[in-house]
């Protein structure tokens, strides 16, 4: 009984973990969107899962259609020179962020 309650208690807890990760993305997707492209902030936010193959292919028609948004992003300009707060990895014309999510499915397991 004692085990079944640890878990139950430890799959809560990484949910909630979980959900407040991602609205810490989003304020970072706001924050992050406000300093490249300024107020007021009219944009748009996606969540996106291409499988490997397709991901390529789908930078590609991002870069297309958001590809004007941002001229620094298709420049060879210093990445010192782009207002941006949390630049890390690559720089796209559109915010973009990686979320791992490994840790969640990993908790049914536990």
């Known amino acids: 009984l004692i ?9 809560r ?3 909630e973990a979980f959900l407040n990760w991602t609205h810490v ?12 492209y300024g ?4 944009f748009m936010t996606a969540i996106l899962e291409p499988n490997k193959k397709s991901e390529k292919k789908l930078r590609e028609k991002l870069f297309a259609m958001y590809g004007t948004l941002d001229k620094n992003a298709s420049d060879s300009t210093d990445l010192g020179d782009i207002p941006a707060m949390f630049l ?4 796209y014309p559109y915010v973009y962020f990686d979320i791992n999510t ?3 499915e990993n908790v049914r397991d536990f």
């Open 3 to 11: 085990k079944k309650l640890r878990k139950q208690w430890y799959q």
């Open 13 to 15: 807890r990484v949910r």
């Open 25 to 36: 993305k989003a304020l970072r997707l706001f924050t992050e969107s406000v300093l490249r």
């Open 39 to 42: 107020l007021p902030a009219t």
């Open 88 to 91: 890390t990895g690559d720089y």
């Open 102 to 104: 490994a840790f969640v």
